[in-house]
Structures are given as structure tokens and as C-alpha cells.
């Protein structure tokens, strides 16, 4: 699976929008990217995932470049219970139905209230 | 309610002492999977299974023991042989009909008396 690279540690004020980049230059045509949260010793908790297109859900959007190499998770309105881990991966699709997930060391957000 | 349960949130082992972690889910996954978290880390799978009676190996299985008798049941063994066991353990299971999504439990945290 394709390596990506985050900042590690971002702040946000809460009500407003957080923007966590993600960089998977290495991403292949058949990998998604998937976006996962950790609050402090708790489970991961799954956000949204995409391939090609933006992808809206609940919680927040994903934006794909054209060429696949970035990605940005927005959460529109944040608020003091998104502070969090957020992990970026991306995978390929193994069609077997199971799979190991990388996990790199994240972005640390902090929504400031 | 549907979801992953981990049990216990806390565990505590002595020295040379087999400790077994519980993970069920009700979401009628075929995959399950254990994985370890060290402070400030990424997840490192140690077991996957994809079907009842069967499981694999992962990155860091020395140590650890799994069974898989019944397909909402994924138990975890930390045996005596695992020298260095406290560490934050969570456990996943996914499924083809969603997309193979990965999902999370709460997790168990081991600490070595």
C-alpha cells in the first residue's frame, strides 16, 4: 500500500472548518484513500473513504485531487469533540474480504474553543 | 445495538501468566482482525481471520494465540511468551458487503503487574 505523509499536529478554532491535508504522491489507480479518527484510548472510528471522486458523508468530505497524489478531510464546523488523531491511508481493494491497515503516526488536531 | 465489544476495557497480567482478550461483533462480519498499539504509534496487526476456523498470521504475531470457533468471536491469547505485552489492544472486523470497511472496537488496555 501507498505511503502517505500528514502534518503532524494542526489547531482549529471551533465553528470553523478544519482542513487536514494528506499526501499519497505514491498512490496507486486501484487504492482508495480512507480516513479514520483516534480520540485519546479509544478505537479507531471510520470517517469517510474515496477513489476518484469527492465523497460527502455525516461527518465530513473528502476532496481528491485530479491526479490523486493530495487529499483533504474537511470538517465543516468543528467542535471541541473532534480533537483527535486523524489517520490518512490508502489501500487497494483486495476483493478477499480482509486486510491489514497501515497506520502512519497522524495529525494531531486540536479544536480551540 | 450493532457494533464491536471488547472486553475487558482493563486487563491486568503477571509475569508468566496467559491472559486472554474477548472481541464480538454482531454485524455479521466474515473478517476479524487483532491489532496492538504502543503510546505515540500506528497500529500493528497481529491476526487476521477471514472465515470461522481459519486465521493468519500478521506482523507481530509471536507471542499471541488466536482462535476462531465461531464467526461473531475473535478471542485473543497473550501468552507467557510475549516479553513485552502492555500495550493498548483493538480489534476490527469488516465485510465485503460494506465496502470491506474496517471497523473498530473500544479496545483493551494490558498492563504487566
Known amino acids: 500500500d501507498a505511503k502517505t505523509t500528514q502534518p503532524p499536529s494542526m489547531d482549529c478554532a471551533e465553528g470553523r472548518a478544519a482542513n487536514l491535508p494528506c499526501n499519497h504522491s505514491?498512490?496507486?489507480?486501484?487504492?482508495?484513500v480512507y480516513w479514520y479518527r483516534q480520540i485519546h484510548s479509544q478505537g479507531p472510528q471510520y470517517i469517510i473513504h474515496g477513489l476518484k471522486n469527492n465523497e460527502t458523508n455525516e461527518m465530513a468530505s473528502l476532496i481528491i485531487t485530479e491526479d490523486r497524489k493530495s487529499s483533504t478531510l474537511i470538517l465543516p464546523h468543528a467542535t471541541l469533540r473532534d480533537t483527535a488523531v486523524y489517520y490518512c491511508?490508502?489501500?487497494?481493494?483486495?476483493?478477499?474480504?480482509?486486510?491489514?491497515?497501515?497506520f502512519g503516526k497522524g495529525t494531531k488536531l486540536s479544536v480551540i474553543p | 445495538d450493532g457494533g464491536i465489544t471488547q472486553s475487558p476495557k482493563y486487563l491486568f497480567r503477571k509475569e508468566g501468566q496467559n491472559v486472554t482478550l474477548s472481541c464480538e461483533q454482531n454485524l455479521n462480519h466474515d473478517a476479524m482482525y487483532w491489532y496492538r498499539q504502543d503510546p505515540g504509534q500506528g497500529l500493528r496487526l497481529i491476526y487476521y481471520s477471514q472465515i470461522v476456523n481459519d486465521f493468519q498470521k500478521g506482523d507481530i504475531a509471536e507471542g499471541y494465540s488466536v482462535s476462531r470457533e465461531k464467526k461473531e468471536s475473535f478471542p485473543l491469547t497473550v501468552t507467557s511468551a510475549q516479553k513485552n505485552p502492555t500495550a493498548f489492544y483493538l480489534c476490527a472486523s469488516s465485510s465485503r458487503g460494506q465496502g470491506e470497511t474496517q471497523y473498530f472496537g473500544p479496545g483493551t488496555r494490558l498492563l504487566v503487574l
Open positions: 491511508i490508502v489501500r487497494a481493494y483486495s476483493g478477499a474480504g480482509s486486510y491489514q491497515l497501515t
Open positions: 505514491t498512490i496507486s489507480g486501484n487504492e482508495y
